[in-house]
C-alpha cells in the first residue's frame, strides 16, 4: 500500500537546522511531483515547498525562501527539506504529500518545535 513516512522533526532552539525526509513507497514515486506543507496550531495547513517530478524545478513560500531547501533523491524514493535559520513561526507539523495529476497522497506528518 501507499506510504509516506516523515522523520526528522524535534526540538530545535531558533536559528537552528533540521532536515525532514519523507520515505515513500507503494506508489512510482519518480512520477509524482513532491511537496512539504505544514500546519501550526489554529492555522490552516499551508504549502512551504515544492520540487517537481525529475527535480529540476522547485518553488517556496516566501516566509522560508532562503532559509529551507527541498530536495529529493529518485533513487532512495525520498524527499528531503533542509530547513536552516529556523525561527519560532516555523513550529508546525510538517507533512509531506505527493501528487500527479488526480492523485495525492499524505504523510501523518513530523512535529517540528521551536523553543529556546
Known amino acids: 500500500q501507499v506510504q509516506l513516512v516523515e522523520s526528522g522533526g524535534g526540538l530545535v532552539q531558533p536559528g537552528g537546522s533540521l532536515r525532514l525526509s519523507c520515505a515513500a513507497s507503494g506508489f512510482t514515486f519518480s512520477t509524482y511531483a513532491m511537496s512539504w506543507y505544514r500546519q501550526a496550531p489554529g492555522k490552516e495547513r499551508e504549502l512551504v515547498a515544492r520540487?517537481?517530478?525529475?527535480?529540476?524545478?522547485?518553488n517556496y513560500a516566501d516566509s522560508v525562501k532562503g532559509r529551507f531547501t527541498i530536495s529529493r533523491d529518485n533513487a532512495k524514493n525520498t524527499v528531503y527539506l533542509q530547513m536552516n535559520s529556523l525561527k519560532p513561526e516555523d513550529t508546525a507539523v510538517y507533512y509531506c504529500?505527493?501528487?500527479?495529476?488526480?492523485?495525492?497522497?499524505w504523510g501523518q506528518g513530523t512535529q517540528v518545535t521551536l523553543s529556546s
Open positions: 520540487i517537481t517530478s525529475a527535480g529540476s524545478n522547485t
Open positions: 504529500n505527493a501528487k500527479m495529476s488526480w492523485t495525492e497522497y
